[in-house]
């Protein structure tokens, strides 16, 4: 993992699954408040269609367009789920330009998060639910997000998706994160 640091020894970027992630510390003002979980299938070659669930939670169902026999292109899609369902991809797309690949291409579904769901330690996990023949890589993020100030505080969990090894359903992500916000 890469970083770039501030004079003041503060992580102002980090380098993580071939992407820079901005790190914005709670001192700059930034109050997390919800979170933003985001898949994004970053090659942009049709991924196979998959389920992301939070502690066994169905967060939503990410469906791609095309298959090995109409040509594997695909958009960038992915989840877009927010514990405030008002923070929308227009809201922080500025901020997560350079962070997110699919932000270019727009084509987010939209999944529910409910806060009511998220412990101190939570699972995220993406499960394939068909082969469509073209391989599949693609990146799961997970931000603390300062909701009134539609702000991205730091990244909390993430890493790369890959896909099936086998028939469906396979495990195309598995991991954690901390979920503990300021009073």
């Given at each position: ?46 991924d196979d269609d998959y389920t992301v669930k939070v502690n066994g939670h169905m967060v939503g169902n990410v469906v791609h367009i095309g298959n090995s026999t109409t040509g594997c292109g695909s958009p960038g899609n992915g989840i877009w789920a ?102």
């Amino acid at each position: 993992m890469a970083k770039i640091m501030a004079e003041d020894g503060k992580i102002l970027m980090t380098k993580w699954a071939g992407y820079w992630y901005r790190q914005l510390a709670t001192d700059c003002g930034c109050r997390p408040t919800d979170v933003l979980v985001l898949t994004c299938n970053a090659n942009r070659i049709t991924d196979d269609d998959y389920t992301v669930k939070v502690n066994g939670h169905m967060v939503g169902n990410v469906v791609h367009i095309g298959n090995s026999t109409t040509g594997c292109g695909s958009p960038g899609n992915g989840i877009w789920a927010c514990t405030d369902p008002s923070i929308t991809p227009d809201d922080l797309a500025a901020q997560l330009w350079n962070e997110q690949p699919c932000v270019e291409d727009n084509a987010w579904t939209p999944g529910t998060l409910d806060p009511a769901w998220l412990l101190d330690t939570n699972t995220l996990e993406l499960t394939a639910t068909s082969d469509e023949g073209c391989g599949d890589w693609g990146v799961v993020s997970v931000y603390s997000v300062d909701a009134p100030n539609k702000r991205i505080c730091e990244m909390i969990g993430g890493g790369a998706y890959t896909g099936l090894s086998g028939p469906p359903p396979v495990s195309m992500f598995s991991g954690n994160f901390d979920w503990n916000p300021l009073p």
